[in-house]
Structures are given as C-alpha cells and as structure tokens.
C-alpha cells in the first residue's frame, strides 16, 4: 500500500519530531527502563504470529484473558509488547501457561525508523491493540505491509475524541481492520474517527476477571456501620461535611474511613480533632469500637469492610478526578453511593445505576440524602448480591468473543 504524499509528508515530520524528543523522554525514569529494547538497540523478539500491545497494567490483565481464550482455539506465536515495567510483570505471571509460544518485550517508540525496523523482525500477521493505544507509525506499516490491524476492548472518551477529531486525514489512512468496542457509545466515536471500519459491541473484558457476589450476610447489630472509601484529597472537606452530618443524624453512627493515600491520615486526624469527632487509627487499636471514626492507616481491608457495611460512599467523585472502584463495592454486598465525577468507571455502563447497584448524587448534598436513606432503609443483601451476579453474568463472555474475532480475522484473506 501507498500512501499519498501528504501522509508521506506528515510521517516525515514525525519521524523528525521523534529524533528531538527521544533524548528528552529517555529522561523520564518510566521511560529510561528498558530504553535499550524502546529504541531497538537490544532486540527481545522474533517472529510472532500476533503482535498484541497492552499499554500498562489495566491492558495487560485484558491480554492474559485474551491469550487463555486463544489457548482454547490453539497455539500460536505471540508477541506481548507493554510501556511499563508493572505491564510486563503481570504479563510474565498470567500469559505463559496456555501452551503459546510467548515473546515480552518494551513498545518501541514510534519513531517510523524504528517500526519499520520492528515489523520486519516481528513479521506479524496481524496486530492487536488494547483499549486506546494509537500508534500511528505502526498502524501505518502494518498498512503498507497490507498486514492486518484490530482495536479490541475499544473506548474512547468525549475528551480523546476531540484531540483525535484534529487529525482525521491520519487516521483514516491508518484504520483497523475491525474494531471491537466495549459500548455502543464508545463505538460511536470510534466510529466517528474510523468511518469506514467495521465497529461492534463487545462487552468488556474486564467482566471476564470479576468473581461473583458471595458473601456472609452480617448479624444486624444497633450500631449502624458506614466505610467511606478511597477518599482523595481534593475531596476532603466535602468528606467531613458528610461526616458531621450523618453523625449529628446517627449518633450511633461508626464510620470506617479508607484515605487513598496513607499520608493524607496526619491530616485527617487533624481535621476531626477539630471539629471534636473521635476517632482511633486501626493499627494503635485494632479492637476499639467506642469512637465515632476510624482511620484504617494500613492497606488491603477494604473489601471484607464493604461486607459489614450498611451503607458505603466511594471517593475520587466529589472532586473532578474521576472516580474510585465503585464495582467492589456492589460485588462485596453493599450498594454504593458515589458523586458525579466517575468517568474512570463509564465502563460499567448504565445498568448499573438501573438496576440500583449504585446510587448517584450531583453534589454533596444529595450524596448526603442518599447516604442517609441508605442508613435508614437497609437492603437485603441477599438481594444485592443476586443482582450483582446477576448484572456480572450478563456481562462475561467478551474474552471469547474477542478472541473469535482475531482467529477470524487472523484466517481472513488479505
């Protein structure tokens, strides 16, 4: 395939641009790891039959559901490319054993020298990219090598949307063959800047990995227990006006206060001491129960705190940042509350505010009032935990579904 001259001149300006930012990314101690395999000065691979990039830790859990499906079908050569040392690690614990001959490697940069150089060595067939991982210089010489080229588990916010929008001529140069998307909003806009590809749903692979709702349903006691979890720092003082609230509501109240970061616990101290709220850090006293709040200063209890809830909010959403997991929440027994920043979890879909597995409030006020009908009005949670399997088993299957598609695709006459 040839490409007109005014892509030709946009590669050339990008391989231009490449050779003055390599130096300065190299800097960067994300990027310094691994720089000699990034720039192809150390090759780490051969051969692959499917080239399957997953950009960090999220992608890469998605490649190991990919490449356990594929298993099913057959063995082939695979090459796993990722950007970071955490993606590589988690490929290295959950793509091996599936009986594929397996290659790990560092992306290389986009520089169109250095794809060039990689598509030659690799000689896949067919390239598979996770999510929103666009490289245009080597979707462009899969191109040119008339290979073939997919987007699996496709999303794509209103924001990338109108950065990519700026490039069209490009993209429509560099299309995939196929897309699969992971909503049918989600394929909209891919489709917006990939008119011409065919673009479908497929639910998101991520379901695949989530494990069904089974809990212990906790003895109802007098004291009524809220967690509020993973609370970031731009939202704290929305946090303890919550706080004051429900417990000049509930004196009774215990509330259980997750922090997303341990070093923000000095200040939170600090914060209810001055407004006369007592409280106790987990690690000085494991056992206490007489105080109003406790600081859980250490990781990894969430979770079993989620099945003694009665009611929880989830953090990272009072504040435009995004949101936390609210998912762990529902699948622990307990419908959460969360603010209207959850842009990180658009994913889930709007089933789930449906089907009541999370409640949602504009600001703090009506998170507030939804926190407070929680408290007052407790759910079965035999009842939650049977939509919650429910709503998860509606959603499993993208895994193989995705994996059809590449076998297809990966059969298909060029």
């Known amino acids: 395939m040839t490409f007109p001259m005014h892509i ?37 691979f051969s051969k692959a039959d499917i080239w399957l ?19 099913k079908v057959g063995k082939f050569d695979i090459l796993l490319t990722t950007n970071t040392r955490q993606g590589k690690e988690i490929i290295a614990k959950n793509c091996m054993d599936y009986g594929h001959r397996i290659q790990v490697a560092y992306m290389v940069f986009d520089n169109p020298a250095l794809v060039k150089k990689a598509v030659a060595i690799a000689d896949p067939k067919l390239l598979v990219l996770i999510e929103l991982e666009l490289w245009p210089a080597l979707m462009a010489r899969m191109k040119q090598q008339g290979k073939k080229l997919m987007i699996v588990n496709g999303r794509m916010t209103e924001k990338s949307l109108r950065g990519y929008q700026k490039a069209l001529f490009l993209w ?24 011409e590809t065919p673009t479908r749903y497929v639910s998101n692979i991520k379901f ?24 970031r720092r731009e939202e704290e003082a929305a946090v303890l006006f919550l706080m004051v609230e429900l417990l000049s509501i509930f004196p009774n109240l215990h509330i259980d206060l997750f922090p997303r970061h341990l070093h923000r616990v000095p200040q939170w101290q600090k914060l209810l001491a001055e407004r006369d709220i007592s409280f106790v850090l987990k690690t000085s006293s494991p056992e206490e129960t007489s105080c109003s709040v406790t600081i859980w200063d250490v990781f990894g209890e969430l979770l079993p705190a989620y099945q003694r809830a009665d009611s929880v909010f989830v953090g990272g959403s009072l504040a435009p940042l995004g949101g936390q997991n609210f998912m762990e929440a529902f699948m622990n027994g307990v419908i959460p509350v969360v603010g209207p920043s959850i842009s990180n979890f658009l994913w889930l ?66």
């Open 8 to 44: 030709r001149i946009f590669f050339s300006l990008y391989r231009l641009l490449w050779f003055f930012i390599t130096p300065i990314l190299l800097c960067a101690p994300r990027l310094r790891e691994g720089a000699a395999e990034r720039t192809l000065k150390e090759v780490k």
């Open 53 to 71: 990039h997953a950009a960090s830790v999220g992608e890469a859990y998605i490649a190991g559901d990919i490449v356990r499906e594929l298993g």
């Open 208 to 231: 695949d990995r989530v494990k069904r709702c089974d809990i212990t349903v906790k003895e109802t006691g007098k004291e009524k227990i809220l967690v509020l979890a993973s609370i």
């Open 349 to 414: 879909g709007e089933e789930v505010f449906r089907e009541g597995l999370v409640k949602k409030g504009a600001d703090s006020k009506e998170v507030l009032q939804l926190l407070v009908d929680s408290l007052n009005t407790p759910v079965d949670k035999k009842i939650i935990r049977q939509k919650a399997n429910d709503f998860i088993r509606s959603k499993q299957g993208g895994s193989r579904k995705t994996c059809d598609a590449i076998v297809k695709l990966l059969n298909s006459e060029s």
């Open 172 to 195: 429509k140069a560099v299309a995939p063959d196929v897309i699969l998307a992971i909503s049918k909003a989600d394929g909209d806009r891919l489709r917006t800047i990939f008119p």
